[in-house]
């Protein structure tokens, strides 16, 4: 299995808290991603990184900003959480030939 | 934009019945395609993939066979088990800029009871 932790694996929070999620790899892989998983929607990608200090973003980006300052981590941040963040939250990477690895999933709740 | 659509679930069989989960799509180019499944409480793990048309992937007694002609990548198994029970998705990637970027359809869940 591809070296990739998930921190922490379950969260519940308050609106208007801020929230970070950490991902983290021991592969050195190069491509980093943050999707959500909600009923119906299956998943969309958050946002995206392609090196140190280079993301982007992805599908439903609003309300999250993203950090990466090493290789091997990857940070997810909810500025203010609200209730429509309540979702599972996957990381996955990538080394750019095709397939994507994915950690064991973030539930978090927003209350 | 690209797109992937998946049946609907869940798809509930008896053990040792055939499988068959559709999936069609949308997009410009010569994206790959793929295959991941979801066991409960899981992250998603990849189960085959097909790079180029008439490509047919395989593992674990799945397969699916990539028709560029019908936009179409389903998924089949001759005998599915009790632990084949998750939630399979189709995707694709196009490989824009030359990294992965991947296109998910909503997810199928399958239940096999004994």
């Known amino acids: 299995d591809a070296g990739i932790t998930q ?6 929070t ?13 592969e050195n892989h190069r491509y980093m991603y943050w999707y959500r998983q909600d009923p119906g929607h299956g998943l969309r990608l958050i ?23 090493k290789t091997e981590d990857f940070l997810l941040t909810l500025e203010s959480a609200t209730s429509s963040q ?15 690895f994915f950690g064991p999933g973030t539930r978090l709740t927003v209350l | 934009g690209d797109s992937v659509t998946q049946m609907e679930g869940p798809v509930t069989l008896s053990e040792e019945a055939f499988l068959t989960i559709n999936c069609t799509y949308t997009a410009t180019g010569y994206p790959s395609l ?23 992937g395989s593992n674990k007694g799945f397969e ?17 088990q009790v632990s084949d029970s ?9 490989l ?14 399958l239940l096999v009871s004994p």
Not at chain 2, 66 to 72: D, L, P, Q
Not at chain 2, 86 to 94: E, P, Q, T
Request: hydrophobic share 25%.
């Open chain 1, 47 to 69: 946002h995206y990184s392609y090196g140190v200090k280079d993301t982007d973003k992805g599908e439903v980006s609003d309300g999250y900003s993203v950090s990466r300052s």
């Open chain 2, 86 to 94: 998750a939630v399979y998705f189709c995707a694709l990637d196009k």
């Open chain 2, 34 to 56: 793929f295959w991941y499944v979801q066991y409960p409480g899981e992250g998603l793990q990849l189960l085959l993939k097909a790079t180029k048309a008439d490509d047919k």
């Open chain 1, 7 to 12: 921190s922490p694996r379950h969260k519940v």
């Open chain 1, 86 to 100: 309540t979702s599972v939250y996957f990381c996955a990477i990538s080394d750019g030939a095709g397939e994507q």
């Open chain 2, 96 to 109: 824009n800029s030359g990294y992965s970027t991947l296109t998910f359809g909503k997810g199928t869940m």
């Open chain 2, 64 to 80: 699916a066979t990539y028709r560029k002609e019908t936009t179409s990548f389903h998924l089949e198994k001759g005998s599915v």
């Open chain 1, 14 to 26: 308050e609106t208007g808290t801020p929230v970070t999620l950490r991902c983290h790899q021991t």
